[in-house]
């Protein structure tokens, strides 16, 4: 979280933004991306110098030690007048991006189309001005800047489809409990929304006492100092992305360098296509521990373009159908999933949808469903959806679901907070569910003798949000996963006075009528 003074700095540029005609809320984005990177760029270089000057070793230099390599540099141009200035970004250091390499990140490639967006000087130099109060030395704080910065693709009201509510991809996140150990992806990644906040997460749980402060406002700050035996693993080999819009790539690789990760994986990749596979930590099929996805929904594909693979999983065009059988298949066997889809996923009576939760439930172990209220989304969809949790290999025996009814937002088009929050319940019963579960299977192990469909007494009651459904039932019913399928609703018995008392009302009723008209008429 910011503290108020730089949300009203962001708030006041974005204003500058948008009256010196730049409208777009993602094209703002990526003008002050830009800009940032120009100066992480030369905040780096400072302190590789200041290293080789005190062990007396060369660098790998980003800026070239002629005069015309050093005027790339933010601080020999930030102080250019507005006209000079923007002259040199658009010609001189933007294309020097191109050359930049930061590990096996692609971010040079992103931003070889760099561009000079800013007609206006006094927005460019107002934006430059920023910029240099921004405290981007602080990774915690960084961060939170370009979270500020992408919750304006949600208020300015367009573009926002790019964007999950942070709170569901919070819970997401949580309840598969990511570790500092694992890889991680998003195969239609956006702005990175999931990878981020996997990150946010793991500073907040590996923070000691000495690494935790609450700065002036009461914001507490982790920096996640126990992290440390991680590090080389979450810089270069943890987080990786896919998306094929290069614009959505620049704002996401600069989404993971201002959350810390110093070589985020993210690259251009179609990741339904058949012809491009080759950006994996090894190999397609079994690469990674993790998957957080809200892939795009109601798209259609052409057979021919799409990967016989995933094809051999579920025979279909449809996008949210397709993308569930490709996070199958990249999961490392026993791996987990978390992934948003349309609740006609749910109970879609084709065969195609019947096949692929055939293959989530019997091949595969189908742990969850959280049903989300249809408002989530709102302002740009009403549909309804649900986060499918998985885990790849093995056989499902229950599924647990939750009826998530309100998630701290009004389900209007204005989103307003409100009190009714089910989250921090949905994640609390997911943890005795998950925690029942260890349990039972411990005392399997210990010879005791269950039955396979048992479930935990505090989930037996299917009145309540959260219950657990036995597979044979979902196979009985066509492997229908809606929740209303399963759901038990109470009716309150209603209690109506006796027809003929009623009845009776309306005769007083009328005849009281017909004598005021009686008393109206003598009057006239």
Same mark, same amino acid.
């Given at each position: 979280?910011?503290?108020?003074?730089?949300?009203?700095?962001?708030?006041?540029?974005?204003?500058?933004?948008?009256?010196?005609?730049?409208?777009?809320?993602?094209?703002?984005?990526?003008?002050?991306?830009?800009?940032?990177?120009?100066?992480?760029?030369?905040?780096?270089?400072?302190?590789?110098?200041?290293?080789?000057?005190?062990?007396?070793?060369?660098?790998?230099?980003?800026?070239?030690?002629?005069?015309?390599?050093?005027?790339?540099?933010?601080?020999?141009?930030?102080?250019?007048?507005?006209?000079?200035?923007?002259?040199?970004?658009?010609?001189?250091?933007?294309?020097?991006?191109?050359?930049?390499?930061?590990?096996?990140?692609?971010?040079?490639?992103?931003?070889?189309?760099?561009?000079?967006?800013?007609?206006?000087?006094?927005?460019?130099?107002?934006?430059?001005?920023?910029?240099?109060?921004?405290?981007?030395?602080?990774?915690?704080?960084?961060?939170?800047?370009?979270?500020?910065?992408?919750?304006?693709?949600?208020?300015?009201?367009?573009?926002?489809?790019?964007?999950?509510?942070?709170?569901?991809?919070?819970?997401?996140?949580?309840?598969?409990?990511?570790?500092?150990?694992?890889?991680?992806?998003?195969?239609?990644?956006?702005?990175?929304?999931?990878?981020?906040?996997?990150?946010?997460?793991?500073?907040?749980?590996?923070?000691?006492?000495?690494?935790?402060?609450?700065?002036?406002?009461?914001? $507490? *700050? %982790?920096?996640?100092? +126990?992290?440390?035996?991680?590090? /080389? !693993?979450?810089?270069?080999?943890?987080?990786?992305? #896919? =998306?094929?819009?290069?614009?959505?790539?620049?704002?996401?690789?600069?989404?993971?360098?201002?959350?810390?990760?110093?070589?985020?994986? $993210? *690259? %251009?990749?179609?990741? +339904?296509?058949?012809?491009?596979? /080759? !950006?994996?930590?090894?190999?397609?099929?079994?690469? #990674? =521990?993790?998957?957080?996805?809200?892939?795009?929904?109601?798209?259609?594909?052409?057979?021919?373009?799409?990967?016989?693979?995933?094809?051999?999983?579920?025979?279909?065009?449809?996008?949210?159908?397709?993308?569930?059988?490709?996070?199958?298949?990249?999961?490392?066997?026993?791996?987990?999933?978390?992934?948003?889809?349309?609740?006609?996923?749910?109970?879609?009576?084709?065969?195609?949808?019947?096949?692929?939760?055939?293959?989530?439930?019997?091949?595969?172990?189908?742990?969850?469903?959280?049903?989300?209220?249809?408002?989530?989304?709102?302002?740009?969809?009403?549909?309804?959806?649900?986060?499918?949790?998985?885990?790849?290999?093995?056989?499902?025996?229950?599924?647990?679901?939750?009826?998530?009814?309100?998630?701290?937002?009004?389900?209007?088009?204005?989103?307003?907070?409100?009190?009714?929050?089910?989250?921090?319940?949905?994640?609390?019963?997911?943890?005795?569910?998950?925690?029942?579960?260890?349990?039972?299977?411990?005392?399997?192990?210990?010879?005791?003798?269950?039955?396979?469909?048992?479930?935990?007494?505090?989930?037996?009651?299917?009145?309540?949000?959260?219950?657990?459904?036995?597979?044979?039932?979902?196979?009985?019913?066509?492997?229908?996963?809606?929740?209303?399928?399963?759901?038990?609703?109470?009716?309150?018995?209603?209690?109506?006075?006796?027809?003929?008392?009623?009845?009776?009302?309306?005769?007083?009723?009328?005849?009281?009528?017909?004598?005021?008209?009686?008393?109206?008429?003598?009057?006239?």
């Amino acid at each position: 979280m910011l503290t108020g003074s730089l949300r009203n700095d962001i708030d006041k540029l974005w204003e500058k933004f948008w009256t010196g005609g730049i409208t777009n809320p993602l094209t703002v984005i990526e003008q002050i991306s830009y800009l940032m990177f120009a100066r992480m760029l030369d905040m780096q270089e400072s302190a590789s110098e200041r290293i080789a000057t005190q062990n007396g070793k060369e660098f790998d230099n980003i800026f070239p030690f002629d005069k015309e390599g050093q005027l790339l540099r933010w601080k020999n141009f930030k102080n250019m007048a507005g006209t000079e200035m923007r002259k040199h970004l658009r010609d001189k250091v933007y294309p020097h991006f191109a050359t930049i390499h930061l590990g096996e990140s692609d971010i040079g490639e992103f931003m070889r189309d760099a561009d000079m967006e800013i007609k206006n000087e006094s927005v460019l130099v107002a934006s430059v001005e920023m910029v240099e109060r921004l405290p981007l030395t602080d990774s915690d704080i960084k961060g939170d800047i370009y979270e500020y910065l992408l919750s304006k693709l949600t208020t300015a009201g367009i573009n926002g489809q790019f964007r999950t509510p942070r709170h569901i991809i919070d819970l997401m996140v949580a309840m598969l409990d990511i570790q500092p150990d694992e890889i991680i992806c998003d195969p239609a990644c956006g702005t990175a929304g999931f990878l981020a906040r996997s990150m946010e997460y793991l500073q907040k749980k590996y923070s000691s006492p000495a690494g935790t402060y609450t700065d002036e406002e009461g914001i $507490i *700050h %982790y920096s996640g100092d +126990l992290l440390e035996p991680w590090r /080389e !693993h979450i810089n270069n080999q943890m987080f990786w992305g #896919f =998306d094929f819009d290069t614009t959505m790539l620049r704002v996401s690789a600069m989404n993971m360098l201002l959350h810390g990760v110093g070589s985020p994986n $993210i *690259h %251009y990749q179609d990741s +339904l296509n058949k012809n491009i596979k /080759e !950006h994996y930590p090894q190999h397609e099929q079994d690469a #990674f =521990d993790v998957v957080l996805a809200n892939p795009p929904f109601k798209g259609s594909l052409d057979e021919t373009s799409t990967n016989p693979d995933v094809l051999d999983i579920v025979k279909t065009k449809k996008t949210e159908l397709l993308f569930v059988a490709h996070i199958l298949r990249v999961l490392k066997l026993g791996g987990r999933a978390a992934v948003i889809v349309p609740d006609g996923v749910l109970f879609g009576s084709s065969k195609a949808h019947q096949q692929l939760r055939q293959a989530l439930i019997d091949t595969n172990q189908l742990e969850g469903i959280v049903s989300l209220p249809s408002g989530v989304f709102k302002p740009y969809a009403g549909v309804s959806t649900a986060i499918l949790i998985f885990t790849k290999g093995g056989e499902t025996e229950q599924v647990w679901f939750y009826d998530l009814k309100a998630d701290g937002y009004s389900l209007d088009d204005k989103r307003t907070p409100i009190a009714a929050n089910d989250l921090p319940d949905c994640l609390e019963q997911w943890s005795v569910f998950r925690h029942s579960r260890a349990d039972g299977e411990v005392a399997q192990g210990s010879a005791v003798n269950e039955s396979k469909d048992e479930k935990p007494e505090e989930f037996n009651d299917r009145t309540q949000q959260a219950f657990l459904v036995p597979v044979a039932e979902i196979r009985s019913n066509k492997y229908d996963l809606s929740i209303n399928r399963y759901r038990e609703i109470v009716y309150e018995e209603e209690q109506y006075d006796p027809p003929k008392e009623i009845l009776k009302r309306l005769m007083d009723l009328e005849n009281e009528i017909q004598q005021e008209l009686k008393e109206l008429e003598g009057m006239l």
